[in-house]
Structure formats: structure tokens, C-alpha cells
């Protein structure tokens, strides 16, 4: 199909299923064990409905924020997803170009398969942000190192994964063995990884399994970057992420990829949102972020309502490169725009303020 025969995002993965290969199919597309969370993840958003105000004046629609006090377009960024190069040639540059082109903030992987300086030498304009996520190394020299040129590239936020001690069994990826297809693990030697059990055991062994709290003491020590959470997935967590003073968290099972049976971020953000406000913590210096099955503005707004900052986005922009390069990403995301403008006139919220929690009716979020 054409690019602009694609009129939602869940499009892109009817076309990505089609065109990509079956290692990059299975590795994108695949979730841990039986796959329960992956699907909670896109269903979780349903229980959650509208109470739309009328009679304001939605003329004018304005839905720009920041994010760690960058500006972006929308509540939406795009997070880190990993061999970016098992769907194009240009792996994540396609993502930077986009990104630049739409005013959206990218998520750096560790696991990248072009080259961190690549990535940054893509940025498409001066002030183009983007943020790293980081996979902490055994060898604290090596992720020292790694920090230390995300600052000097003008990296603006770094994201830790915390969820991933050790890689989710993903199944689908398991079966079809990984043949290397021109992916690299930064700052690791080739050799240390195995490849006969798919592409998400090739990297776990990157991973350090442990790291903890005490951690996040040196980490803070080698970086002025806000540090931010990425995997939180209860209130306990939560708040002690903000009373050591750090910048975030992303409520976040991984895109169902790590633990099975783990809850949906957008299920968690009540209860988060709850427990700071009732600490006092619940302030823009700490900003709540969600991923996990975002699929239209309408989720990203039901977020926002409920006190998140922004949403991630992940495999959506994964198969749209995969299927049309940066052009398939900046349509994905001009479609987000729409529906955006779209749909918080018909809230009658003309700006993310306005977008209140009296505007969502939850009740049935919690409920399975
Ligand atoms: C990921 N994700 C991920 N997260 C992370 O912190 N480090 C990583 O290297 C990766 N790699 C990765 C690869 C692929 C193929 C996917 C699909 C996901 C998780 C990612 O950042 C995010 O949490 C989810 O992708 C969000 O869910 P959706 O939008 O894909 O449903």
C-alpha cells in the first residue's frame, strides 16, 4: 500500500508484517511468554473513557509541552527500541530524521545498531533534542563512558531501564534464530554475545543484573543530565525515585517484552499520581511518563489527563521506517497531530491545561 493509505498507526503494522524479514518481524513484534501484557497494553486504554466540557472556545488548539524542560510538539515521544537496522539499512537515523523534521524528542538506545555519533550527526537542526537510554554495564568504566559522550553530544535527559536485570523470553524471537544482519552492541565486543538464541538473548548479556538503588548515587555523581527511570511499575518505586530527588519515571513494562503478568504504565499512573500527591511529590520537577500500546492521540491525552507529562511511543515508528523510511515516521506522526487537534477540541480543551482529570473517567481502568 501507499504511505498515505495509512490512516492510523496500527496500519504500519499490517504493512511491517508484509515487507519486513522474519528475524526483524519476530524481534519487533514479539512479547515475553504468552504475550498477556503485550495485549493488556492495547486494551487498557479502552477502560478508560472521555467527559468531554462544551461550550469553550476550541478555536485555536495548542498541544506543545516539554518534556525535562525540552520542548516538543506533542505529549508524545519516541522511545528507545533496540537494532534499528533489523528493519532498514538506516536503523534509527530514520527516527532522528523524522524526529528533527516534526519537532519530536527521540529516545537514544544503548543497544542501537548505527553508532551513537551517527545518531547524533542525523539531528536535522541545531536544537533538535534527544535523550539516551542507558543500559548500565557490568563495567562501570565502560557506562561512565557512554554518559560522558551522550553529555558532550548535547544529550538532554538520561533515561536507565530498570526492568530488563534480565531479558524477557520472547518466543516468537527464540524460534527463528539470529543471524547477524549488520547489528552491533555498542561498546561491546562482538564476541561476548550469543547469537543462537534469538536477537533478545544476543544482547542481554550487555546487562548489568546488579544494579541498585545505591547505584543511582554514582550515577547522579558522573552526570549533570536529569536522570529518569525507565520501567517503574508500582507507587513504592515511584516515590522513592522522587524523594532521592530524580527527575522522573516512565511507567512502563517494556512493550510486554520483560515481565509477564506485569501491569499496563497507564493502569499504574493512578495510583502513582496518588501516593506523591499525597507526599507532596507530585510536582513538574518530577514528571511521570507512560509507554506501552500508545496507538492514538486519544491515549496520549488520557494520560495527560491523569498527570503524565508525555506518552512513548515504540513499535508504531519501528514499522513505519521499516515499510517507508523517515517519510513513513513524520506520516505516523503528522496523523498523532491530527487526531490530536482533533480530538481535545471535541474534549474542549484547547491546551494541555486545560486537559484536567475530571475530563477521564477512570473507574473501569483498574477493573479487569
Ligand atoms: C524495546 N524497548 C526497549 N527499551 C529499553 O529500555 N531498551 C531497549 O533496548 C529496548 N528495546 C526494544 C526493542 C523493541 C523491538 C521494542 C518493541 C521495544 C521497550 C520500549 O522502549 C518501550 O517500552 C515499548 O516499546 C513501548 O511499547 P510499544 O509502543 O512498542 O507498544
Known amino acids: 500500500p501507499m504511505l498515505s493509505q495509512c490512516l492510523n498507526l496500527y496500519d504500519f503494522e499490517v504493512v511491517a508484517r508484509q515487507v519486513l524479514k522474519g528475524t526483524a518481524w519476530a524481534y519487533y513484534s514479539s512479547g515475553a511468554d504468552d504475550e498477556v501484557t503485550m495485549r493488556e497494553n492495547n486494551t487498557a486504554f479502552g477502560r478508560i473513557w472521555f467527559r468531554p466540557r462544551i461550550l469553550r472556545d476550541v478555536s485555536n488548539i495548542d498541544f506543545s ?80 563512558k557512554i554518559i560522558r559522550r551522550a553529555e558532550e553530544r548535547g544529550v538532554k535527559g538520561l533515561f536507565v531501564t530498570v526492568d530488563a536485570p534480565q531479558l524477557g523470553r520472547r518466543e516468537k524471537d527464540m524460534r527463528i534464530k539470529f543471524e547477524d544482519t549488520g547489528s552491533r552492541v ?16 544476543a544482547i542481554s548479556s550487555f546487562i548489568d543484573p546488579s544494579l541498585s538503588w545505591d547505584d543511582l548515587h554514582w550515577l547522579r555523581s558522573v552526570t549533570r543530565m536529569p536522570i529518569v527511570l525507565k520501567g517503574v511499575q508500582t507507587w513504592e518505586d515511584a516515590v522513592r525515585a522522587a524523594e532521592m530527588g530524580l527527575s522522573g ?51 496520549a491525552l488520557k494520560a495527560v489527563a491523569m498527570g503524565a507529562t508525555a506518552v512513548g511511543i515504540g513499535r508504531p515508528f519501528l514499522y513505519a521506517y521499516s515499510a517507508y523510511g523517515p517519510e513513513g515516521v513524520q506520516h505516523a506522526i503528522q496523523l498523532l497531530k491530527a487526531e490530536m487537534e482533533m480530538n481535545m477540541r471535541l474534549i474542549g480543551a484547547p491546551t494541555l491545561k486545560d486537559l484536567v482529570p475530571e475530563m477521564v473517567d477512570t473507574r473501569a481502568l483498574n477493573q479487569h
Not at 72 to 93: F, N, Q, R
Not at 119 to 127: G, K, M
Not at 186 to 201: C, L, P, T, W
Open 186 to 201: 555498542q561498546n561491546d565486543s562482538k564476541d561476548d554475545v550469543d547469537r543462537s538464541q534469538g536477537a533478545a538473548r
Open 65 to 144: 509541552t516539554s518534556l525535562l524542560g525540552q520542548k516538543s510538539k506533542m505529549p508524545i515521544y519516541i522511545t528507545a527500541t533496540a537494532l534499528g537496522k533489523l528493519g532498514h539499512p538506516d536503523g534509527e537515523k530514520n527516527l532522528t530524521i523524522a524526529a528533527g523534521k516534526e519537532g519530536l524528542i527521540q529516545m537514544i538506545p544503548t543497544l542501537a545498531s548505527c553508532s551513537f555519533d551517527e545518531i547524533c550527526d542525523a539531528r536535522v537542526h541545531e536544537q533538535q533534542v534527544q535523550f539516551f537510554q542507558l543500559y548500565v554495564n557490568s563495567n562501570r568504566a565502560v557506562t561512565e
Open 249 to 299: 519515571v516512565v511507567l512502563s513494562n517494556h512493550g510486554g517484552r520483560q515481565l509477564d503478568f506485569s501491569r499496563s504504565g497507564i493502569e499504574i499512573l493512578g495510583e502513582v499520581v496518588r501516593e506523591l500527591k499525597a507526599r507532596k511529590l507530585f510536582s513538574p520537577m518530577f514528571q511521570l511518563f507512560v509507554d506501552g500500546g500508545v496507538r492514538r492521540a486519544s491515549d
